[in-house]
């Protein structure tokens, strides 16, 4: 009998709109599949700011879980929601073509962008180059899935939310009053799909490798070595974007303080061969910088928050 893939997903629309295309790939390489959706913790808590959480791969711990205990074959995930450290057992199997990476503004209007104004995210990155473009301005937290969020924003008295500009745009939902923030630097590997599976999986691993785009991998690697270098375990607005136009590799990272004040940013560009450790060697300039101090400041803030 063909083994079934079982593909295990978040069970948002976002979330089951790409697991769907996943799937909708492996069947037309030839495999069976089935779709197991399921809840996460960071679903179901939706009062609590994910940072205060406590959780590295909130959006993911659930399917991890579900996938080491043989529930599901594999996950799909955003992903920028994933951990730079997988768990143990638990391997990328494929990084799909990259979608938008920018972020959007969808606002009532664009008079308070030179007053003063609210704005809705549940992202210290967004949060933090929000505040420092527009330091009178007013942040307060969003949560919730897409279709939640909308409807939050449309309930409230806020000027305008961030989103994603991929996910909007993936469920059709992107609307009218929207503004892409060219100036906004994107959380590393936001708009890439991610397939997860488990390592010793060879049948799974070797049906995924179909499905990677290497143009998007590479570009999404880059960003995360930078994230993983920078963090160190302690979450932080950390915007990250690497580009390729023919042999060239352009990278734009940045790391700011959580109000948003200090920006210590790195450009850099290289040629495609010689991107090893690239993302690491970006991240420690910006270590060099006073990132450093910046990054134990920002340690100090959260736990005294926590």
């Known amino acids: ?6 593909i295990g997903t978040r069970d948002s629309e976002l979330a089951l709109w790409q697991a769907k295309t996943v ?8 495999h069976n599949t089935k779709l197991i959706p399921v809840k996460s913790t960071g679903d179901l808590n939706l009062d609590q700011p994910l940072y205060e959480m406590g959780i590295t791969g909130i959006f993911t711990k659930t399917l991890d879980v579900a996938m080491i ?26 990084v799909l073509k ?22 809705a995210t549940g992202s210290l990155r967004r949060k933090a180059q929000w505040l420092h ?15 939640t969020r909308m409807k939050k924003l449309d309930d409230s008295d806020w000027n305008a939310a961030i989103f994603a500009a991929a996910g909007l745009e993936r469920i059709a939902l992107k609307p009218e009053n929207s503004l892409d923030l060219n100036w906004m630097i994107p959380a590393p590997a936001q708009g890439a799909m991610l397939v997860v599976a488990m390592e010793n999986d060879k049948f799974t691993r070797k049906a995924l490798t179909l499905l990677n785009h290497k143009e998007s991998e590479i570009s999404v690697h880059i960003e995360r070595e930078f994230l993983k270098v920078l963090e160190g375990g302690c979450t932080a607005p950390i915007g990250a974007l690497a580009t390729i136009k023919k042999e060239l590799v352009y990278f734009k990272g940045a790391l700011f303080s959580l109000d948003g004040k200090q920006k210590i940013g790195v450009e850099k560009t290289v040629n495609i061969d010689e991107i090893e450790d690239f993302g690491r060697r970006c991240a420690e300039e910006v270590l060099a910088n006073g990132g450093k101090d910046l990054m134990r400041k920002i340690k100090a803030e959260m736990n005294t928050e926590a």
């Open 69 to 94: 205990n043989g529930e599901i074959d594999i996950a799909v995930h955003s992903m920028k929601d994933v951990p730079t450290a997988l768990p143990k057992g638990i391997v990328e199997a494929a």
């Open 133 to 147: 473009k527009h330091p009178s301005h007013k942040v307060v937290d969003l949560r919730g899935n897409v279709n």
């Open 1 to 6: 009998m063909k083994k079934i893939i079982r």
């Open 98 to 119: 990259r979608a938008n990476n920018k972020d959007v503004l969808i606002h009532k209007g664009l008079d308070f962008l030179e007053n003063e104004g609210t704005i």
């Open 23 to 30: 799937q909708n790939a492996l069947e037309k390489a030839g």
